[in-house]
């Protein structure tokens, strides 16, 4: 049985994009947002993102893009509650948009 | 459902599947919190690309020689094909992103037909469809296995997609190995498989440029980025690892030695990184026989990609020992191209 994400404020979001035509390592790392950190039009945002069920990440075409979405409870969490893959070209633009604004991870 | 109390209805924030379950079994006010949660869900399209992807190929049926193609706009939308804005044969239109695809799509036809003949990207003459103007600054393109489709850019890092001949030669180009050696999109073979787009995306444009070896640029996309973009492109063929050093892209992390070899689960495996050393081997094969670059090192390369002995999950060193068994059957074992093609992928760090 598929166990939703119970989201609370002191959770993390990170937005991965994976593929594409090209490997660009600074459009590639992972960024986090947090989502206390959020105002009104990103947790619509949030709302957007957390929307596709759980799924595993499933083989692309050439060139095929995908975001990575995780849910971690904490900053401290190395383990996400969920995850899910969802295909660019079926991802609501809420993803990209968060994702613009998310934190890169520097490591 | 979520019990926990919340200070905002959307910290709690449940998958469609569950939302259906909520309205079912719920309460009344789970009900309401849930008809409200599944109309911020109601954004996805009628006909998507995942649905695309299952098409069928359409079937050529053209003139030999003579290109079949068709132009939609998605209008910033995600819907496929789009709207019709230009079929063959029609003259321009008044966007540029519409016609840089009917042209780009007519001179990748063209060089695979002239060079090659090769009749289209299953050689059966199948119609070349693009759709352009997909999503809302999209920052990609690529090939669905039916059709091609082009963002126009988010502005700020990336220009429309259409800009680069050699893009769209490279996409069209996934449809051609897809179509022969069918090489898997991970690990080696995925860098082989992405090292051949960008080998024949950048021949269509050095053969539309009627550029030799030394007046070409070897640049991937170099009209694609922006002014903000400490980088010339997105790739460099000659000099991988060059192209870019960005505070937002980030260092080119193209190795051009086996030594560099980067060993990664991103990318899958590698595929647009490692690329960089079969893409050197190819550009230093061609520069060592001058001329034409698709003249005698682009004949080898297409000999390849259609060798039959060409496994689907070949690895640099199988795929090397094809293009020099191609050189030497070609042109003799004594041949200045066989002998280009050992150096080259001697020079990279391949074993023959
Ligand atoms: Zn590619």
């Given amino acids: 049985m598929v166990t939703p994400p119970i989201l609370n404020p002191n959770g993390v979001l990170k937005i991965t994009r994976e593929g594409g035509l090209f490997y660009a390592p600074g459009l590639a790392a992972p960024r986090t947002m947090m989502l206390s950190a959020c105002n009104a039009d990103q947790q619509m945002q949030f709302a957007a993102c957390m ?36 295909n660019e070209f079926d991802a609501d633009e809420a993803i990209a948009a968060l994702w613009a604004v998310a934190t890169p991870e520097t490591k | 459902m979520c019990k926990q109390r919340h200070r905002h209805s959307i910290f709690c924030i449940l998958p469609p599947h569950m939302l259906d379950k909520v309205m079912r079994n719920g309460s009344a006010d789970q009900r309401e919190w849930a008809l409200n949660n599944m109309q911020v869900n109601q954004t996805m399209h009628s006909f998507r690309v995942g649905e695309m992807l299952q098409a069928p190929k359409a079937m050529g049926g ?52 002239q060079i090659f003949q ?13 759709t352009v103007h997909f999503g809302k600054r999209f920052d990609n393109a690529f090939w669905t296995g039916a059709q091609m489709i082009f963002g126009d850019g988010d502005g700020q890092l990336f220009k429309r997609f259409t800009i680069s001949l050699d893009v769209i030669g490279h996409e069209l180009t996934h449809g051609v190995t897809q ?26 444009k050095q053969y539309a440029l009627k550029q030799d070896v030394t007046q070409a640029d070897w640049l991937i996309g170099a009209a694609l980025l922006t002014d903000k973009v400490q980088g010339r492109a997105l790739r460099s063929m ?74 689907k999950n070949a690895g640099f060193s199988a795929f090397a020992k094809l293009t020099l068994a191609n050189a030497v059957g070609a042109y003799g074992p004594t041949s200045v191209e066989a002998k280009a093609v050992r150096e080259a992928w001697n020079t990279v760090g391949v074993k023959l």
């Avoid at chain 1, 595993?56 to 893959?85: M, N, V």
């Avoid at chain 2, 080696?188 to 024949?200: M, P, R, T």
């Avoid at chain 2, 490692?274 to 550009?283: D, E, K, L, M, T």
Wanted: glycine content about 10%.
């Fill in chain 2, 238 to 311: 000659s000099a991988p690892g060059t192209a870019y050093d960005d505070p937002m892209l980030g260092k080119d992390p193209q190795p051009g030695h086996t030594k560099d070899f980067v060993r990664t689960m991103a990318d899958n495996g590698g595929v647009h990184i490692n690329s960089g050393i079969p893409n050197r081997a190819f550009y230093l094969t061609a520069s060592a026989i001058g001329g034409n670059a698709w003249a005698q090192a682009g004949h080898i390369w297409y000999d390849t990609v259609r060798d039959k002995r060409l496994k």
């Fill in chain 2, 179 to 204: 179509d022969e050696a069918g090489l898997v999109y991970m690990n080696q073979s995925g860098a082989l498989n992405e090292s051949l787009s960008d080998v024949f995306g950048l021949l269509v």
């Fill in chain 2, 62 to 113: 053209g003139t030999p020689g003579l290109a079949q193609r068709t132009i939609y706009t998605a209008d910033s939308g995600m819907e496929l094909p789009g709207k019709l804005v230009r079929s063959e044969g029609d003259g321009p239109t008044d966007d540029v992103s519409t016609n840089e695809a009917y042209d780009g799509l007519g001179a990748t036809y063209d060089f695979f037909w």
């Fill in chain 1, 51 to 86: 929307k596709y069920p759980p799924q595993k990440k499933t083989s692309a075409g050439p060139d095929q893009r995908s975001w990575h979405l995780q849910w971690f409870e904490s900053i401290d969490d190395t383990t996400p509650s969920w995850q899910t893959w969802v």
């Fill in chain 2, 118 to 130: 090769r009749n289209s990207i299953d050689d059966e003459g199948m119609p070349l469809t693009a």
